[in-house]
């Protein structure tokens, strides 16, 4: 069965330092997503891609964030300056219309 | 405003019981719902969706429950097992939107 995988499933990084998560989204779908869960509580949208561009982004996805589909299968979360209340596990979906379908996450742990 | 919720944090199930997760939400412009569990430890993973046109659909010991008029959803297990235990999330999509917006989940506990 299809699945969307996400590397590394974890990642320690120091404050300020760059980071990517990296996911290969299923291969047949269009729609493309990065969401982000903080220990303990609901999952949160930060951004959707569609068509090669952001098609929606929440008030957490600011300028520090950005996203990338470098080859048409990788699909890449990158913040440039780390801070702590970025430790969060991060999700990676796609889907081929409405329905989304989830990796297993990168943790990501800011020190 | 927008909001997804579940009316209770946790529920405890006996093996071999049904079970009914509720959720409620608040966007009337919502037009599409997915149920998902989540194990500690991993991804959620997509159960059962269903549109706001509809208001049952049925899955493999799974219903999903629309009710529109009071904007809820609710998730029915058939025959709980222990395999079953984990977090319940029901997410919601508004007409034009890309994105999910996930309730609190519901912990559920199945006991031997």
């Known amino acids: 069965e299809p699945e969307v995988t996400q590397t590394p499933s974890h990642q320690v990084t120091q404050m300020g330092q760059e980071v990517i998560l990296r996911c290969v989204p299923i291969?047949?779908?269009?729609?493309f997503y990065w969401y982000r869960q903080i220990l303990g509580q609901k999952v949160e949208f930060l951004v959707s891609?569609?068509?090669?561009?952001?098609?929606?982004k929440s008030e957490i996805f600011d300028d520090q964030f950005s996203v990338e589909r470098p080859d048409g299968s990788n699909f890449t979360l990158k913040i440039r300056s780390t801070k702590l209340e970025d430790s969060a596990m991060y999700f990676c979906?796609?889907?081929?219309?409405?329905?989304?379908?989830f990796g297993q996450g990168t943790r990501l742990t800011v020190v | 405003g927008e909001s997804v919720g579940l009316h209770l944090p946790t529920l405890s199930v006996q093996e071999g019981d049904n079970s009914i997760i509720n959720c409620a939400y608040s966007?009337?412009?919502?037009?599409?719902f997915i149920w998902y569990k989540q194990e500690s430890g991993k991804g959620p993973q997509f159960i059962i969706d269903?549109?706001?046109?509809?208001d049952k659909r049925q899955g493999q010991r799974v219903t999903v429950l629309l009710n529109k008029t009071v904007k809820h959803l609710s998730l029915q297990i058939a025959a709980t097992q222990p395999g079953d235990s984990a977090v319940y999330f029901c997410?919601?999509?508004?007409?034009?939107?890309?994105?999910?917006?996930f309730g609190a989940g519901t912990t559920v506990t199945v006991r031997a």
């Open positions: 997410a919601e999509k508004g007409f034009g939107d890309y994105k999910l917006s």
């Open positions: 966007n009337s412009a919502s037009d599409y």
């Open positions: 979906a796609s889907g081929m219309n409405t329905e989304a379908f």
């Open positions: 891609f569609y068509n090669n561009e952001i098609s929606e």
């Open positions: 269903i549109r706001s046109n509809m």
């Open positions: 291969s047949n779908h269009l729609y």
